[in-house]
């Protein structure tokens, strides 16, 4: 009897074991089917041209700061050997070469070529004929399509991840971005939306179909220029903005509200933000910062309850689900996951044990 009962309890433990084991491979694996990116890989570019890239490159040429922003987001910014002079702000950006020419997007092609990239990024700006030099000499080059939207940018990232072999930290910059976006959302769901004005130098501001106007409309504000009926980037009269009555205005770090502005409510209650130029013009991965930095400004109270409201949520699932994650919110800078895996693995495991004798979780 004493050794039937032995006999019985290791069947037990070799069971549960061998459950573990297979659970656990079944959960890395299906991580690793959502964070391996696969090669070779071709996509269409906004040339037209189908660019294949046979193996994960190892030297990578950014033509833009949002291109070098992205990788250093997702995690490939040691694979980065060329920058534009746009991109000095990153972290060690001043050690990759300077492949800018004199023109705000001018390339210069014998640069570029010189660094001998397995991949060069290239934004919409860059004009199809760079792109054809580039070509010619034997370099494989992708170029984006124009980012309109948050979720064009959302669309950009996890492609540059797929591009660059960075399919892991793609998909979890989009994660800690729409994090942000959705405690944004929560926060100015049916709050007043203040009147605002992006103040540029010269007289300038930003109309619709900037993405100063979605960074305003996205943390629940009204953009004076785009009511004025102003497109693009272009001269507003100081007689406007005063009709106008902007309630706030946004400045680039450093910049100044014009004395000419100075009956408006903005400037009588001092209600000016300072945004970072860098992220505000990007369509990159750290737009979503000015988004939460100025919802937060302008709506403090609703947005520290969908902050808080959403840290809850996440807490909640966190400690539901027995995992390690770091969970980040529109109020954190930082994003970091310990845990891979799916939900609702660790359940079955426990009931077979109970059955014999007697979550984990995946989260810029």
């Not at 992205?70 to 920058?83: L, S």
């Not at 769901?189 to 409309?217: C, H, K, L, Q």
């Amino acid at each position: 009897m004493r050794h039937r009962l032995l006999s019985a309890l290791l069947l037990v433990t070799v069971v549960v074991s061998s459950l573990g084991a297979g659970v656990g491979a079944g959960v890395a694996g299906a991580a690793d089917a959502q964070t391996t990116c696969k090669f070779p890989v071709t996509k269409t570019d906004a040339t037209g041209a189908k660019v294949t890239i046979n193996e994960e490159p190892k030297r990578i040429v950014t033509l833009s700061p949002s291109a070098a922003q992205t990788m250093w987001k997702i995690g490939g910014k040691d694979k980065v050997v060329g920058v534009s002079k746009y991109s000095a702000y990153l972290n060690g950006a001043s050690e990759k070469t300077n492949v800018s020419g004199a023109g705000m997007t001018a390339v210069v092609p014998e640069k570029v070529v010189s660094l001998n990239p397995d991949l060069v990024l290239a934004p919409n700006v860059i004009s199809d004929e760079t792109v054809k030099k580039l070509r010619n000499a034997g370099l494989t080059v992708y170029k984006f399509r124009e980012a309109k939207s948050i979720d064009d940018i959302y669309a950009k990232t996890n492609l540059t991840g797929q591009l660059t072999g960075e399919c892991g930290g793609a998909e979890k910059t989009v994660s800690w971005m729409k994090d942000r976006i959705e405690t944004v959302h929560q926060a100015v769901e049916g709050e007043d939306s203040p009147s605002v004005m992006y103040v540029m130098s010269g007289g300038y501001t930003a109309g619709n179909g900037t993405f100063m106007d979605t960074i305003i409309t996205q943390a629940g504000g009204t953009n004076v220029a785009a009511e004025a009926g102003i497109s693009g980037y272009q001269p507003i009269s100081n007689e406007v903005v005063v009709k106008q009555k902007p309630q706030w205005f946004i400045v680039s770090t450093g910049a100044k509200v014009p004395d000419a502005y100075s009956s408006t409510p903005a400037a009588k209650k001092n209600q000016t933000v300072s945004l970072n130029p860098n992220y505000v013009s990007q369509p990159a991965p750290q737009i979503v910062k000015p988004i939460a930095k100025l919802a937060k400004t302008l709506h403090p109270k609703a947005y520290q309850k969908a902050n808080v409201t959403t840290t809850t949520e996440k807490t909640k699932t966190s400690t539901a689900s027995d995992s390690r994650t770091t969970t980040t919110t529109a109020g954190s800078s930082t994003s970091t996951s310990e845990s891979g895996g799916q939900p609702g693995f660790g359940i079955p495991i426990a009931v077979v044990a109970l059955g014999l004798i007697g979550l984990l979780t995946r989260r810029f």
